[in-house]
């Protein structure tokens, strides 16, 4: 309750309050708001009632005959089934509450007020579900979700009575024509009014934009915007500066979502205000419709939420390439000057991942595989074997500029082990004709941010034997190494 009571402190504007309990409500809690605030009037009401009743008003007495604290004279304890007889206060304070319902229920005796503020216990609810409840009805809230033996999840947040986009999902369309219906249908499955899905159409010669058009008329929360063709990253961008919401995520259209994705990424993201969550995906492969779920680089502590940033930096190298499986706070792609390089015509979201767990100071990770990821699509980069994976080169010069330029050495120390795997993907399917140009560029690449011996300890330590081998082949450039390791 310490935290409550700090927030309270901090909002002067805050004078008069509810405070809500359940029959688990610690005694210790009504002490520690009168000791920690100076309320002009506090009204305690819930499920506790006679003897617990008689409790409460003991408690006060006891404090009001401490020279410390002077129980404010307004002070009262109200029967939940009189509370509508208070009309407006500026804060509904919640705690020990010993269920959900009992939260909602509260709301039907239509008090108004200003802020929501209180304690849930994981096993009853979270502050996502109270927040989707409350969000129309107070202007902030601060809502921490108790969990057992781990760190509580605080959600943050404050209505901007101008925009109510919570959450904006980017879609970069080029025909795509085949595959629009399935997604447009697993996005809209969801009836969230706080979500806008925009689709950016980057001059595309099929029939999308007509498709994406006739789902627009059922549901207002689709975007059309229409520009000149430019590549995937130019949509993307676009599509970053158009968006609304607090959060940004992203979907290739040739692929689809289980509809719970967004819900669920939400929860994650909103509950503990992280400023990313990500989960697991699939692997769908087109031919035959089998699926590969994916989830190795969704581990333990992220499934428990991250809030040391030192963490976080490490999935500069183990995240995988797949940022269509996460949401973003916009505040932090627009503070750390984050955006799509246009001039790279593919693997554009490589620099956007990187980029992303640099900024990042909190993630949370969901251990569950919900983004279909379409596999053997005709003319998809995953599928690139030649010298189009020349363009990692490009890649990592924007990215030896930015998270170079910053002088962090564990920065650059894990961009480079991202520089590692990379590579030795690219080498693996790259064609023979191709390979020892791609070695010759690796092993400079390599060279420019980091020194052999270090990079090779690191590289054995983080990634393994087999990885530092590779690295080897590649800062050597010895393709004979290269064709025998590089596996």
């Known amino acids: 309750m310490e935290e409550i009571a700090l927030y309270l402190n901090h909002h002067v ?39 617990f009743a008689e409790t409460i008003l003991e408690k006060v007495s006891k404090l009001s005959k401490e020279d410390s604290y002077q129980v404010p004279e307004q002070f009262s304890y109200v029967s939940l089934s009189e509370i509508s007889k208070v009309k407006e206060v500026d804060a509904l304070v919640f705690d020990g509450i010993d269920n959900i319902k009992m939260l909602f229920d509260f709301w039907n005796t239509g008090i108004k007020m200003k802020y929501l503020i209180g304690n849930i216990d994981e096993r ?21 979700t108790v969990r057992q033996y781990k760190t509580g999840q605080i959600l943050r947040w404050k209505h901007n009575p101008e925009n109510e986009i919570e959450l904006s999902v980017i879609f970069p369309v080029y025909n795509v024509a085949k595959y629009l219906k399935q997604c447009l249908e697993s996005i809209t499955a969801w009836d969230a009014d706080y979500v806008e899905y925009i689709f950016v159409n980057d001059g595309s010669p099929d029939n999308s934009a007509d ?11 689709i975007v059309l915007v229409n520009k000149e063709n430019g590549g995937c990253a130019s949509a993307r961008q676009l599509g970053l500066e158009t968006a609304k919401g607090n959060y940004v995520g992203f979907i290739d259209p040739d692929d689809y979502i289980d509809p719970s994705m967004y819900r669920k990424l ?48 490490s999935l500069i190298t183990f995240a995988r390439v797949a940022i269509w499986r996460g949401i973003y706070k916009l505040s932090m792609i627009k503070n750390a000057g984050i955006h799509f ?19 990042a100071k909190t993630v949370y990770a969901i251990p569950e595989p919900l983004y279909y990821y379409r596999l053997q699509r005709p003319g998809q980069d995953v599928s690139a074997n030649d010298e189009r994976l020349y363009v990692h080169f490009d890649i990592f010069d924007h990215l ?10 564990r920065l650059i120390d894990w961009l480079q082990m991202c520089k590692v795997q990379t590579h030795r993907y690219a080498l693996l399917v790259i064609k023979d004709e191709f390979k020892k140009e791609y070695l010759d560029r690796a092993s400079k690449d390599l060279k420019s941010t980091g020194t052999f011996w270090k990079t090779f300890f690191m590289v054995k330590k983080n990634l393994g034997k087999r990885a530092a081998l590779c690295y080897v082949a590649m800062a050597r450039k010895s393709l004979f190494l290269a064709n025998t390791v590089i596996k």
Not at 132 to 143: L, S
Request: with cysteine; hydrophobic share 35%; glycine share 8%.
């Open 13 to 51: 504007d805050i004078k008069n309050v509810i405070l809500f309990v359940g029959s688990d409500f610690n005694l210790q809690t009504l002490e520690d708001i009168f000791n920690q605030t100076r309320l002009s009037q506090m009204v305690v009401t819930g499920t506790a009632s006679g003897l």
């Open 124 to 144: 009853i609810g979270n502050g996502f579900v109270i927040w989707e409840c409350f969000r129309k009805h107070v202007e902030e809230m601060y809502i921490k």
């Open 211 to 221: 498709i994406i058009k006739e789902y627009a008329k059922k549901d207002s929360r």
């Open 266 to 313: 939400m929860t994650g993201a909103m509950t503990g205000s992280y400023d990313v969550c990500y989960a697991g995906y699939n692997e769908y492969y087109e031919s035959d419709g089998t699926v590969n779920k994916v989830l190795d680089d969704v581990f333990w502590p992220f499934t428990d939420g991250v809030t040391d940033p030192l963490i976080v930096h």
């Open 341 to 359: 390089y246009t001039d790279i015509r593919r693997f554009d979201d490589l620099p956007f991942k990187v980029e992303i767990f640099t900024a």
């Open 400 to 409: 030896n500029k930015s998270i170079g330029g910053t002088k962090d050495p």
